[in-house]
């Protein structure tokens, strides 16, 4: 919030931006019924056994596949294996950044197990090559 004030401050947007944004992510947030009672919630009520279903998670990756946009490639990928690739990033090795802000179940756990991080899917598919990880910035920029 910190960042947020100071950037009005700065003039870099007013408090008419941050309320509109305010309204819409809230707005989503209500419609999805994510305030109202638990039981009346029908993405809580569904059998941990469903969520994360082969069929499920072969749709989710073809939309992915489908609604990628790549600006500038420079035959940089596909990636070939056997390369030494490094993978920087304050995320290189997280699994709950990679499903954004996505509120229901991912894992049937309840954890975020079940995510690949960038680094480990490029080290398994980078086979007889040398994949290594650094953070390089934060994600506030202050280092």
Known sequence: HDALLSGVQQGLCTMDDVKQALRNTFGLLFDMGLFDPVDNQPYWNYNVDVIGMEHHQA????????????????????????????????????????????????????????????YNAIKRYNQGGSTTAAQGCSITGSS
């Open 59 to 118: 749709a989710a990756k073809q939309a992915a596949k489908e609604s990628m946009v790549l600006l500038k490639n420079n035959n940089t990928l596909p990636l070939a294996k056997g390369k030494k690739i490094a993978v920087i990033g304050p995320h290189y090795n997280s699994t709950q950044m990679m499903v954004g802000n996505y509120y229901g179940q991912i894992c049937k756990d309840n954890t975020f197990n079940c995510v690949e991080t960038i």
